[in-house]
């Protein structure tokens, strides 16, 4: 079955000579089948293959389940001691490669996928463990969303370089679960977004909104579910740090307000693209671009949509760190251990007295008694205990405790 399956997509998914033109559609219909078999979902239903896909692996692109199955195909061969296909795959017919015996295309995408060269994927074959996690490492690069725990420190990166890290729907989908997923998670205590490839996030995949105008799904309640660009509408209790290189223009300016802190490259790009193509900001921006920089700032990137440098966004108060170029991610994971090592609940009971007084107290009075009421439950349970380690004499002078 795994061969059924893995063959006609790798056959398909490339332009081999051994496929006629006339046989591509039979040979679309039966990888199809074979998914939908393995699935037990009736022929007759009429079914996309990417809704099929996302019933198989949700976060994982078309391409990138592809290139997933090409590579273990390539695994299956090359440990066969007496193939055709892997003599062919390999261009060796008795020693030379005969003419009209081409090396298979589709091969190329896996040689680029793994950045090495054939002679020594060959040998790979021979250890499973190490092919499995070559296979496994290839897969992860092909999800949209790259999640990744370092101790109570989570990475969630937008991977889709080819497009600037536009988020699609899928995208949307896998940020919000993802966010989800560290909000709940009580071992976690910061959170670190990012882009792959170069690049923070070039806001949602307008190209996608053309193609299918219907695609975007928009839920009016924003207290429901994920908003156009997945997490924008949630309130976290614990730290998010954004690590922005390259562009966070439009849409992917909106992710990185929504973070605490921005560690921003001196290279990267800011702004409200999305003013040139009449499309709103409708993430937060109108929201929390004034709170952090004030209303005149803001404006000024609103209404003209130019684009901000790093350093002019240091001068706002829109960026808190400004790093060498394709340093963001090292030095937001260095700032997330730093702020994960002191005393969670006052740092929390702090945090959430700041947003309050920010978007939430009716007046300074009523402002004051919520910092003092959220202060009061941390006193008896970590602001004694720092006392007594202060009296034995730890973290004078700055030291770690």
Not at 21 to 34: M, N, P, V
Not at 232 to 241: A, E
Not at 391 to 401: D, V, W, Y
């Amino acid at each position: 079955m795994v061969k059924a399956m893995v063959f006609p997509v790798v056959m398909y998914g490339c332009e081999s000579w051994t496929v006629r033109k006339t046989e591509r559609q039979r040979i679309d219909a039966f990888k199809l089948w074979c998914w939908r078999r393995l699935l037990r979902v009736p022929w007759t239903a009429r079914r996309s293959d990417q809704s099929v896909l996302k019933e198989i692996n949700p976060d994982c692109s078309l391409e990138g389940q592809i290139l997933k199955l090409k590579l273990k195909y390539f695994g299956h061969q090359m440990r066969r001691e007496h193939s055709l296909e892997k003599t062919l795959m390999l261009g060796k017919i008795e020693g030379q490669r005969r003419r009209g015996w081409q090396r298979m295309r589709w091969l190329d995408s896996v040689i680029d996928a793994t950045n090495v060269k054939l002679s020594k994927l060959e040998s790979t074959m021979e250890d499973r463990r190490a092919w499995r996690d070559v296979v496994h490492e290839v897969a992860k690069r092909c999800r949209n969303v790259v999640t990744e725990i370092r101790g109570s420190v989570m990475t969630i990166g937008i991977n889709r370089p080819e497009a600037r890290n536009a988020v699609n729907q899928e995208t949307v989908q896998l940020l919000w679960q993802a966010f989800r997923s560290f909000e709940e998670d009580g071992s976690l205590t910061v959170a670190v977004l990012h882009g792959l490839g170069g690049n923070f996030c070039a806001g949602y995949d307008l190209k996608e909104l053309a193609r299918n105008p219907t695609s975007i799904k928009l839920e009016q309640d924003v207290t429901k579910g994920p908003g156009p660009m997945g997490p924008s509408r949630m309130r976290f209790s614990k730290p998010v740090i954004a690590a922005v290189s390259g562009y966070a223009v439009a849409g992917g300016l909106e992710l990185s307000l929504l973070a605490d802190l921005r560690v921003v490259e001196e290279s990267a790009v800011l702004g409200v693209f999305c003013r040139r193509f009449g499309v709103p900001l409708i993430d937060g921006g109108t929201v929390r671009l004034p709170k952090l920089i004030g209303l005149s700032r803001a404006l000024d990137l609103i209404l003209t949509g130019r684009p901000v440098t790093a350093q002019e966004a240091y001068q706002f108060g829109l960026a808190n760190r400004i790093v060498p170029s394709g340093q963001a991610l090292p030095h937001a994971i260095e700032l997330a251990e730093q702020i994960s090592a002191f005393p969670q609940q006052c740092m929390r009971g702090d945090r959430t007295s700041a947003y309050h007084s920010a978007f939430d107290a009716s007046s300074f009075t009523e402002a004051m008694q919520f910092e003092f009421d959220t202060a009061l439950e941390v006193i008896q349970s970590e602001s004694v205990p720092g006392a007594n380690k202060f009296s034995l004499g730890h973290g004078r002078s700055g030291a770690k405790l």
